[in-house]
């Protein structure tokens, strides 16, 4: 796939563009963000990395509704083996997900159903599919900051890349192998508004199964650029706690990316 998932990311951000802004003028319900990132290095070393997603929020009357895409893609040039350099692929993923909230009597709670599906070429596991519905409520909410929270059952699917190590208890090895499991899911949001240029943001989502715990953190810092356009600064970490001996359990990301909203 290379660059033609980020590509066609990039494309639908621009054909949304006018989309979004007759959408907003007439039924104001409808707010995309699109966000892009690459870093491109030469010389000594050479890398290519691309970030890019678009997450769409659609407010309605009895529903807010959230569509996201994300993918990132990253090459390296590697010495093989015979001692020459080559550039090699060493990371791609790629997730889609969709979350609707109905909103309750009570003030700042709704009840979610919620869908995704994850294609990681270098994770613990090749793929997962998740669903899940369950309750949120809004724990803290002031004039500058909020913080809401969600929890619930879901159903998680995921296969084993076909390299894996990892066995089962009878010792046979789970490469390419698909498996299911009932999960709980757990979800913190925090929202800062520090100024009228800058936003913080921390989010902590849990799944919890028996095979296999995931935690995923995400802490960012937005500055606006001018009306549209921001600067983004994030920091990612997804643990899953247990792994492939040849894998860790913890991975990392840094990255910088330019976030325009309509």
Not at 168 to 190: P, Q, R
């Amino acid at each position: 796939m290379k660059l033609k998932f980020l590509s066609a990311v990039v494309a639908v951000s621009v054909a949304t563009n006018a989309f979004a802004e007759d959408a907003v003028s007439e039924q104001k319900t409808w707010e995309v963000t699109s966000e892009l990132g690459a870093i491109i290095t030469s010389g000594n070393t050479e890398t290519t990395t691309l970030k890019g997603g678009i997450k769409i929020q659609h407010n309605l009357e009895s529903w807010n509704n959230e569509y996201k895409i994300d993918g990132i893609y990253k090459e390296d040039e590697v010495e093989n083996d015979n001692g020459s350099k080559e550039k090699q692929r060493t990371n791609e993923k790629y997730s889609i997900s969709a979350q609707g909230n109905y909103k309750l009597n009570e003030k700042h709670a709704h009840l979610f159903i919620y869908g995704s599906h994850v294609s990681d070429y270098f994770g613990s596991y090749r793929s997962e599919s998740v669903i899940s519905a369950g309750y949120g409520l809004r724990l803290l909410n002031e004039k500058t900051m909020w913080l809401s929270a969600e929890i619930g059952p879901g159903y998680k699917h995921f296969t084993y890349p076909d390299d894996s190590t990892e066995t089962d208890d009878s010792g046979k090895l789970l490469a390419g192998e698909s498996d299911g499991e009932v999960i709980a899911l757990g979800k913190l949001d925090y929202n800062w508004k520090i100024s009228d240029n800058a936003r913080f943001t921390q989010l902590v989502a849990i799944e919890y199964g028996d095979t296999n715990t995931k935690t995923r953190s995400e802490t960012a810092l937005l500055a606006k650029i001018n009306g549209s356009l921001q600067m983004k600064v994030a920091y990612n970490i997804t643990n899953n706690s247990d792994v492939a001996d040849d894998k860790e359990s913890t991975d990392t990301e840094t990255s910088l990316t330019l976030v325009y909203s309509f």
